[in-house]
Each structure stands twice: as structure tokens, then as C-alpha cells.
């Protein structure tokens, strides 16, 4: 059974930093390419990161309104990836969701919440 399970969403202040963690079972995590998606209410949902699996050697892609303040990483041994948010700003509020995907499959996370004050 295909499971992402993300935590270490919250309540933040204009500048902080949180970090996202997506633990994976239930399929080859290493072979996956791993995102992070968010979805602001009202809004689509977005490609906020991406890690790419053994293939392509963890190449990394940002959207340019996170460039530089988040950083996507993975731990193929603990099947987990993770997003390290800094200077965090009230536009960055929205659900945060874990995605995994290669050869044609594709899964999601149930999402975590991230709310950035002023």
C-alpha cells in the first residue's frame, strides 16, 4: 500500500522558517522523483520543488517564487524528503502536499497546512 505522509506544517511568523517532511512506503522511493507541490485557496495547485530520483541524479528544480528561500532534499534511506522554509512571507500560506511520481504512476499526500502571519 502506497503511502506519503507529510508533517511539520503550522503557524508561522513573516520571516521564520518551517520544515516539511514526507515519509514514503509502499513503492520504490529511490526510483521516484519527488515534489512538493502547495495550493493556495482559490488558487491551482503548484509545483513548489522537485527532486528527482537515481536516474537523474537528484537534479533539483524551484519555482522562482521560492528560488533561494527553499530547499528540497531526500534521504533515500529513510524514504523521506523534506522542504526547508525560510524567510517565509503570508503568500506562502496554502496546503503543502508530497508528490511521488515515475513510469507512469503518480501519488499524492493527504497535504499539510502552512499559514505565515504578518
Keep these: 500500500q502506497v503511502q506519503l505522509v507529510e508533517s511539520g506544517g503550522g503557524l508561522v511568523q ?7 517532511s514526507c515519509a514514503a512506503s509502499g513503492f520504490g522511493f529511490s526510483r521516484y522523483s519527488m515534489s512538493w507541490y502547495r495550493q493556495a485557496p482559490g488558487e491551482q495547485r503548484e509545483l513548489v520543488a522537485a527532486v528527482s530520483g537515481l536516474s537523474g541524479r537528484g537534479s533539483l528544480t524551484y519555482a522562482d517564487s521560492v528560488a533561494g528561500r527553499f530547499t528540497i532534499s531526500r534521504d533515500n534511506a529513510k524514504n523521506t524528503v523534506y522542504l526547508q ?34
Aim: proline share 2%; aromatic share 12%.
Design 85 to 118: 522554509m525560510s524567510s517565509l512571507k503570508p503568500e506562502d500560506t496554502a496546503v503543502y502536499y508530497c508528490n511521488a511520481n515515475a513510469g507512469g504512476y503518480n501519488y499524492w499526500g493527504q497535504g499539510t497546512q502552512v499559514t505565515v502571519s504578518l
Design 14 to 20: 513573516a520571516g521564520g522558517s518551517l520544515r516539511l
